[in-house]
C-alpha cells in the first residue's frame, strides 16, 4: 500500500493501515531466485518503492548489494533525491517508473491530494539522468470533472521532462477509493459497476470531455509531448480513429520517430520496444500507439 493520502489507489475505510515486507524476508526470497532460478532481473511491484524511513533505505541498500541484479522501481517524484538514485545505481537500479498523473497543479491537489509544485516535479526528475538511469513518466486522463484543457496541462509538464518513455492512459474508478465514491455520488459509475483494465476503453462518459476526446490524446499523447508546438495543428488531425486521421497519424509517428526520440544508449531494439510497457506487464499497453521508441 502507499503511505501517502492520494485518492487513486488507497482504501478509504476507516482501518487504514501501511504494509511493509521485512527485509530479510525479501533478501531470503530474491537470493533464493538468483541462485535457484537464475534470475537475471528484478521488477519491484510497489506503487511507492521509496517510502521508508532513512534507516530502512540503507538496509535495502546493503542487502541488495549482495544480490547486485539489475532491478526496475516505481516510485513518485517528491520520494526521490541525489543520494538516493546515486546510491541505488551503484547496487543495480536500471530503471524508475514515475507516476506524475496529471500536470494542472490546483487539479491535481484538489482532486488527487498531491501538493508539490511543477518546477519541483521538473528539477527532481533531473537527477535520474545525472546518474544515467532511463526512466518513464505515467500519466492519466479522463478524471471525474477534467476538461481537455487542463489534460493539455500534463502534455505541458511533460514536455519540461526528459524521461526516455511516457504513457497516458485513462482513469479507471477502483473500488474503495475516493474518487470511486466521487464518481458513484456524479452518477458517472453505478456502485456495482466492476472497473475495466487501465488499457480498456475509458470508462467516465461526460459531456466536457468525451471518450473520443480521451481516446484521441491518448494515441497522440508522445507526438504533442516530443514535437514541435508548431506541429500541433496537424497532430489534432491524427487523433480521429478514421481513416485520414489514422493515415496522418503514422506520417506524424515516423517523423517523430526519427527526428525526436533517438534510441537510448546501451539498450537493443527489442528492450527499447517493451520499456514502456513493462509498468503493468504487458506487451502492447494502448497507452499510446507511439510509445515504443
Not at 530502512?56 to 541484479?69: P, S, V
Request: aromatic residues 12%.
Amino acid at each position: 500500500n502507499s503511505p501517502d493520502q492520494v485518492t487513486l489507489y488507497d482504501d478509504e475505510t476507516d482501518s487504514r493501515f501501511f504494509r511493509k515486507k521485512d527485509l530479510k524476508l525479501v533478501y531470503k526470497e530474491l537470493k533464493h531466485f538468483k541462485e535457484n532460478y537464475s534470475v537475471e532481473y528484478n521488477y519491484f511491484w510497489a506503487d511507492t518503492f521509496l517510502s521508508w524511513n532513512d534507516r530502512e533505505f540503507d538496509e535495502f541498500c546493503e542487502m541488495y548489494a549482495d544480490i547486485r541484479l539489475p532491478f526496475w522501481m516505481q516510485t513518485r517524484p517528491e520520494t526521490i533525491t541525489e543520494y538516493k538514485v546515486k546510491r541505488l545505481a551503484e547496487i543495480g537500479l536500471h530503471r524508475i517508473s514515475f507516476g506524475l498523473e496529471h500536470g494542472n497543479e490546483a487539479f491535481r491537489k484538489k482532486l488527487l491530494k498531491r501538493e508539490w509544485k511543477n518546477k519541483a516535479i521538473i528539477d527532481a526528475l533531473k537527477i535520474p539522468t545525472r546518474y544515467g538511469v532511463p526512466f518513464s513518466v505515467n500519466n492519466i486522463t479522463g478524471f471525474p470533472t477534467e476538461t481537455r484543457e487542463l489534460a493539455l496541462d500534463t502534455i505541458e509538464l511533460n514536455r519540461f521532462i526528459d524521461s526516455h518513455n511516457q504513457n497516458l492512459y485513462s482513469f479507471v474508478p477502483f473500488h474503495g477509493t475516493p474518487l470511486r465514491t466521487l464518481c458513484e455520488e456524479m452518477g458517472l459509475v453505478k456502485p456495482d459497476t466492476i472497473t475495466k483494465a487501465l488499457t480498456d476503453k475509458p470508462m467516465l462518459i461526460q459531456e466536457q470531455y468525451s471518450v473520443e476526446e480521451i481516446e484521441g490524446l491518448q494515441k497522440c499523447f508522445v507526438l504533442y509531448v516530443k514535437m514541435d508546438k508548431k506541429r500541433w495543428k496537424d497532430i489534432q488531425r491524427a487523433e480521429p480513429d478514421t481513416p485520414e486521421g489514422n493515415r496522418i497519424f503514422e506520417e506524424l509517428r515516423q517523423e517523430c520517430l526519427e527526428k525526436n526520440m533517438p534510441p537510448v544508449e546501451g539498450m537493443t531494439n527489442v528492450e527499447q520496444s517493451n520499456t514502456a510497457d513493462l509498468e503493468y506487464g504487458l506487451e502492447n499497453s494502448g497507452a499510446s500507439k507511439i510509445d515504443k521508441c
